[in-house]
């Protein structure tokens, strides 16, 4: 739902709840609606893995995805923006555009810094250890 006197859409969304439906862009593309979404990317559910502290167990993605590119296969426009003026660049370009633009923000390198809050977290535990499965390379 769109109000307001600006035509345009933004979306703000963490690299793990993008990567929760990312078909959304064919959903956009399909209505001939035209989003700018920003990808804010710290490598992972790095709420979750603050608040599980300890116990946290594969919150932190361990392979980085390229969401330009992801964009790109949906026929979206993909930008990576690693500074303040090239996300201004990006969403100037954006606002100029008549598709659905992915603007993807890296936020942080390596480490997830500490939220200093505290959730008493369930984590849920496999039936039998194993590790992660590795993607594979065709
Ligand atoms: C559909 C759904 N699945 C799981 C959750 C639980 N959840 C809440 S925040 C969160 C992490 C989101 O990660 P991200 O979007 O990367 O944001 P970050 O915490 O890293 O800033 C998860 C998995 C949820 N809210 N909704
Ligand atoms: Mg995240």
Request: hydrophobic content about 45%; some cysteine.
């Amino acid at each position: 739902m769109h109000e307001g006197l600006d035509p345009e859409i933004h979306v703000i969304i963490g690299d793990g709840s993008f990567l929760m439906a990312p078909a959304e862009l064919a959903t956009a593309l399909q209505h001939d609606l035209k989003a700018t979404i920003i990808v804010l990317d710290n490598g992972g559910y790095g709420s979750i893995d603050a608040l599980a502290g300890e116990a946290s167990a594969g919150n932190r993605f361990a392979v980085p995805t390229d969401f330009a590119a992801l964009a790109s296969a949906f026929g979206c426009a993909g930008v990576r923006a690693e500074t303040a003026g090239e996300l201004a660049r990006a969403l100037a370009e954006a606002r100029d555009s008549d598709t659905t633009t992915l603007i993807h923000c890296p936020t942080v390198d390596g480490e997830i810094p500490a939220s200093g809050a505290f959730w008493d977290l369930g984590v849920p535990e496999p039936r039998r250890p194993r590790p992660p499965r590795q993607r594979r390379v065709v």
